[in-house]
């Protein structure tokens, strides 16, 4: 099992800036990838970002392409989600989770969730 544990989040005005952290321990060498998932209010849980284990490929949903970038830091045990020009419909709470699959985008193949951080941009 990988535990993981978020932080970063917080409320900022429409149009700044947060950068997430996403720190891993336990069995991480059975991770492909990690991904950052969110959940606004009312709706169900999107894919927004996720990097493979050595950082050569990424993946971005399209409203978050140009704006957000994920990293992996030098460690490889941590994951780093920047977030610029944040819009209101950014808002929500942030997971970051870890698979063993080659599909990145998936929720269900995720095995391992951290308990999540709140973004809120206000408008």
């Known amino acids: 099992q990988v535990q993981l544990v978020e932080s970063g989040g917080g409320l900022v005005q429409a149009g700044d800036s947060l950068r997430l952290s996403c720190a891993a321990s336990g069995r991480t060498f059975s991770v492909y990838g990690t991904g950052w998932f969110r959940q606004a209010p009312g709706k169900e849980r999107e894919f927004v970002a996720a990097?493979?284990?050595?950082?050569?490929?990424?993946t971005y949903t399209d409203s978050v392409k140009g704006r957000f970038h994920i990293t992996r830091g030098d460690a490889k045990n941590t994951v780093y989600l920047q977030m610029n020009s944040l819009k209101p419909e950014d808002t929500g709470v942030y997971y970051c989770?870890?698979?063993?699959?080659?599909?990145?985008?998936?929720?269900?193949?995720?095995?391992?969730w951290g308990q999540g951080t709140q973004v809120t941009v206000a408008s």
């Open positions: 990097i493979t284990w050595n950082g050569d490929n990424t």
């Open positions: 989770a870890t698979t063993k699959y080659f599909v990145l985008q998936s929720a269900p193949l995720y095995d391992s």
